[in-house]
């Protein structure tokens, strides 16, 4: 199939059915790890396929979120037109449309034909994402700072989780409010620490086969370095316990020495999974 076959356009609600075979069926597909299914970013843009007959045979989403960077939510190819054509004919359908907004395309790559495509896409290695785990009894007694407890969080608490996570982290790493929106019903377990004057952290933890995954743990930058975010993943940890699960699975940045030495701490373990994060910035 040469470029004449086929067209390019962005993806609408119609399209959910086709798309969810493409998916299905596609040896190539990359989707991003997120609280929302590839499919659930239709509408948004930038979210282009290419499409052959009624049929789409490739598709890509990047949409932005926060505002400033587009995590690529899905590459599909189905192999009707050549990887690395598909790739390059929608990378640069959807970067024509993100252009001049001066946004940061990045990607975790969880396979190797998506790294070779990334770099000869001129994508950048910004860092590693580590995976540890801890399959343990409990921790020991939860310690908390002086003036500091620990609740359930709250559907309430979500506009403040979110302004301490935009604290805690840097803008790429940053989960926004309609994020969390959709993560807290997903979560197995989910808990505030708080003080007289509001929210200064959080965990958001969720079930799989294995045990749970701590998915989400921040602290405001002046309450850490004071056991919070320990005092939280220990309090997790008790929680999981009771609950009969032992195993807990948490990823972080290579380059978070903090966070690394935290879980460490507690008694988590590398696994040696390491996942590249790319990235690249749209003019």
Request: with cysteine; charged share 20%; hydrophobic share 45%.
């Amino acid at each position: 199939m040469v470029k004449e076959d086929f067209r390019i356009r962005s993806a609408v609600f119609t399209d959910q059915r086709q798309l969810a075979r493409l998916i299905q069926y596609s040896p190539h597909v990359h989707r991003h790890l997120d609280w929302r299914g590839p499919l659930d970013w239709i509408g948004g843009a930038p979210f282009v396929i290419a499409e052959a007959g009624d049929e789409p045979v490739a598709a890509f989403a990047c949409p932005p979120d926060p505002p400033g960077v587009a995590w690529l939510r899905l590459f599909a190819d189905s192999d009707q037109v050549p990887l690395a054509e598909a790739w390059q004919i929608l990378w640069e359908a959807a970067r024509a449309q993100v252009a001049g907004s001066g946004v940061v395309v990045a990607a975790i790559v969880l396979q190797a034909w998506l790294q070779e495509l990334l770099v000869e896409s001129h994508f950048s290695n910004r860092q590693n994402i580590v995976m540890l785990e801890r399959d343990r009894p409990p921790a020991g007694p939860v310690v908390l700072p002086a003036g500091v407890s620990l609740r359930a969080m709250l559907p309430y608490d979500l506009p403040a989780v979110a302004e301490v996570d935009a604290a805690a982290f840097e803008l790429v790493w940053q989960n926004s409010l309609p994020a969390l929106n959709r993560a807290f019903p997903q979560a197995l377990l989910a808990t505030v620490a708080e003080t007289a004057e509001g929210v200064i952290g959080y965990q958001i933890s969720t079930r799989n086969p294995f045990g749970s995954h701590l998915a989400r743990l921040a602290v405001l930058p002046d309450s850490q370095r004071h056991g919070v975010g320990q005092a939280l993943v220990v309090d997790l940890i008790d929680q999981l316990a009771q609950r009969g699960i032992a195993r807990i699975t948490v990823n972080t940045q290579s380059d978070n020495r903090t966070s690394l030495a935290l879980y460490k701490r507690i008694g988590f373990q590398e696994t040696g999974e390491q996942y590249p994060v790319y990235e690249y910035l749209v003019p």
